[in-house]
């Protein structure tokens, strides 16, 4: 079975623009969740999908935002890029999502200048 | 709020050394924890899984285990071996009333480092 999937694996962009990720969960499940990873906060649950709705949502603002598709592909778009947005993104898939593994993709590794 | 701690925040030993990674964690009230390792610039790849109901896992040579009553769980390293250099997290998933919501929330890492 094919792990978790992120596209793209590394990306630059500048201040003030916007980005999309992309997130294609292991075949058969259902939950994807997103987090954020710095040196200076650790890692950060962004949100999680299931089902095409949104389920759980962390502590970040609204710039923030994500969708997931029948399939249960997911993807993350942040508007408004700012400099502390530089980070490693990480999604990772589950069955259900409430009481299993969660398996993480590569990540996407964003720099914004 | 939920804290999640983990110390040390690096650790270095010799090969074959067995070795205990801690992560505390303040409330009580999770539905379960889980351990990954991270190798530099990677995703996190799953070890054990405890469910709340739980006290320990076992797989090969980790072993983990859970005490809710005081917010703490060890990873037990067997005899380890340099391809078990990696950051091992610890998360746990609480559960966010009224809602029902829930969320993972890591520590910050062991960094470990086995010396050939």
């Known amino acids: 079975k094919a792990g978790v999937t992120q596209t793209p694996r590394y990306l630059i962009k500048t201040r003030g623009q916007q980005v999309t990720l992309s997130c294609s969960p292991i075949s058969g499940h259902r939950s994807v969740s997103w987090y954020q990873q710095t040196p200076g906060q650790g890692l950060q649950f962004l949100f999680e999908?299931?089902?095409?709705?949104?389920?759980n949502k962390g502590n970040f603002p609204g710039r923030f935002s994500g969708r997931q598709f029948s399939n249960s592909r997911s993807e993350m778009n942040v508007s408004t890029l700012e400099l502390g947005d530089s980070a490693l993104y990480l999604c990772?898939?589950?069955?259900?999502?409430?009481?299993?593994?969660?398996?993480f993709g590569p990540g996407t590794r964003l720099l914004v200048l | 709020k939920q804290e999640v701690t983990q110390i040390p925040a690096a650790l270095s030993v010799p090969e074959g050394e067995n070795l205990v990674l801690n992560c505390s964690f303040t409330d009580s009230a999770i539905y379960n924890l889980q351990w990954f390792r991270q190798d530099p610039g990677k995703g996190l790849t799953s070890l054990l899984l405890i469910q709340s109901s739980q006290r320990e896992q076992t797989s090969g040579r980790l072993n983990a285990s859970l005490d809710k009553s005081s917010g703490r769980s060890t990873l037990y390293i067997a005899a380890s071996q340099p391809g078990d250099s990696a950051t091992y997290l610890c998360?746990?998933?609480?559960?966010?009333?009224?809602?029902?919501?829930?969320?993972?929330?890591f520590g910050t890492g062991t960094r470990l480092k086995v010396l050939a």
């Open positions: 998360a746990v998933r609480t559960q966010n009333p009224p809602s029902g919501t829930y969320k993972y929330i």
């Open positions: 999908y299931f089902s095409e709705t949104q389920r």
């Open positions: 990772a898939s589950s069955l259900s999502g409430a009481q299993e593994t969660q398996y």
